[in-house]
């Protein structure tokens, strides 16, 4: 069958349960719906809105079209949400993207997408996350210049570490750092918002007089401008990849997606509303950093408080992008695509700590040469990629399986407009402006063939690979872990 059955017995993914009346060793079951909603809302809401409406805004050309843009992209988040949320249901197992690829077209594509994933993809969003944490995080101590790139860098390696430190410790640990960091970034979104509505009773609108004047229609410019604001909205997916960890996840799923997006989406388009009452659309263009501009027009003395919520509301989101990143490997290591020893868990924490450390490696060589902008672009380009495949997935299963047993539904209308989407932002931009990076994100995607059929498909092992597992399994104390079946 198209669904591929899960091997319980397969000695690599082995558990721990060697005689009957012995408990099987698996991470806990410790996301409600509360750190559902904060891991959602919490990751989504990062640097994004505090830098991404200028570029939004440059693409588009009027605030009028900008706001579309910020619209458009929460209902697609919400479209993409809800679609996952049907196949979480379905697939009850931890991985998001990877398990479902996995499951419905098989070993291969799902290796692509684990290799790409996991050595490139969420390395160089985590480190894109950080350096942005870094940049408002130290700028302060330089004030009248710009940040020394030595610094910035530095402490954005800063964050990853102690980011590794707390989630390796305790989920729980974890889920409480998310929560506080998501209060207090919603907070911080909430003073913006206020501030804007005052700004708009006081009687400034004139942002919004002649607002679409100056629009750019172009089909290319429209999906430039839509990985923009996409990147704000990034983590709509985060609780399918901790799916095994949720508490009651029929329930907790499809509730948290409904009110954790409309949630953020309503903000961000408030927000950006406070911007165009605070800035006219030339003053917004200019500013390096939106936020920082408008606190100083709207604060005054107290616009230090909006680089601390900038601050606050980056490592937040980069907790969020680690955790969910970790089980990636974590996953793709339990079914075979990746070495053993990143598929255990630590025997007293449970936590995933090898598929962190890894993470924190990979994510701290793509500080090195990091550039915010850049990352962006190709990020998206990847990630809308496979959201695309993994849609036609779900479409495959509701045509063709309809009599799978499944909690949620979404209206297959949703996933259709879903997928319409995925290939407009993957295919519009390299139309329009065709850039040879792309080219090179797409052979590295592809450079995994390589890797798949003596690894993965054939199984040519290094002999010393068995004996360097061991090593580092005692010295790490970690566990092979079971599947929850349930």
Not at 23 to 28: A, D, P, S, T, Y
Not at 226 to 251: A, C, H, I, M, R
Not at 253 to 271: F, G, N, S
Not at 423 to 434: C, G, S
């Amino acid at each position: 069958s198209t669904m591929r059955r899960r091997q319980t017995t397969d000695s690599a993914h082995s558990s721990t349960d060697l005689s009957k009346g012995r408990e099987k060793f698996r991470l806990k079951q410790e996301v409600g719906l509360i750190s559902g909603v904060s891991l959602i809302a919490g990751t989504m809401i990062g640097s994004g809105i505090f830098m991404s409406p200028e570029w939004v805004l440059h693409h588009m050309g009027s605030p009028a079209s900008s706001l579309l843009i910020w619209a458009a992209c929460g209902l697609l988040a919400m479209f993409g949400a809800l679609s996952y949320a049907e196949l979480g249901t379905v697939i009850k197992e931890s991985g998001g993207e990877y398990i479902y690829i996995l499951r419905i077209f098989g070993s291969f594509p799902a290796f692509l997408f684990a290799y790409t994933s996991v050595i490139l993809v969420r390395p160089a969003g985590l480190a894109a996350v950080c350096l942005s944490f870094a940049e408002y995080t130290v700028a302060p101590f330089y004030p009248g210049c710009s940040s020394p790139q030595v610094v910035v860098k530095c402490t954005a390696a800063a964050c990853i570490l102690v980011l590794t430190i707390i989630n390796c410790l305790n989920v729980r640990l974890a889920m409480s750092v998310m929560n506080v960091f998501t209060a207090a970034k919603l907070l911080a979104l909430l003073v913006i918002v206020v501030g804007g509505l005052v700004l708009l009773a006081k009687g400034q609108t004139q942002s919004f007089q002649n607002a679409f004047q100056g629009t750019n229609a172009g089909i290319g410019t429209i999906g430039v401008a839509f990985y923009q604001g996409l990147w704000s909205y990034d983590g709509w997916n985060n609780l399918n990849y901790v799916t095994e960890e949720l508490k009651n996840p029929e329930v907790t799923l499809p509730r948290a997606v409904m009110i954790a997006i409309p949630l953020v989406t309503c903000l961000y388009l408030l927000v950006n509303i406070s911007y165009f009452a605070a800035m006219a659309p030339s003053e917004l263009l200019t500013s390096g950093a939106v936020a920082v501009t408008w606190g100083n027009k709207v604060l005054a003395s107290w616009a230090w408080l909006i680089s601390l919520s900038v601050a606050l509301s980056t490592f937040g989101s980069s907790n969020g992008t680690f955790f969910s990143g970790g089980r990636l490997c974590y996953i793709a290591a339990r079914e075979g695509h990746m070495p053993d020893i990143l598929s255990m868990a630590h025997v007293r924490c449970h936590t995933p700590s090898p598929a962190l450390l890894f993470t924190t490696m990979m994510s701290l060589i793509m500080i090195i040469p990091g550039n915010f902008t850049s990352i962006v672009t190709y990020f998206s380009f990847v990630a809308w990629f496979f959201y695309g495949m993994t849609i036609s997935g779900l479409l495959y299963l509701k045509i063709k399986k309809p009599d799978l047993p499944r909690s949620y539904k979404v209206p297959i209308v949703i996933p259709i407009i879903v997928l319409m989407a995925a290939v407009y932002l993957v295919f519009a931009p390299i139309i329009d402006q065709p850039q040879i990076e792309i080219l090179y994100v797409v052979l590295f995607i592809f450079s995994g063939i390589v890797l798949y059929f003596p690894l993965v498909r054939f199984k040519c092992h290094p002999g010393f690979l068995q004996k360097v597992t061991l090593h580092l399994q005692l010295f790490l104390e970690v566990a092979p872990t079971s599947r929850d079946m349930n």
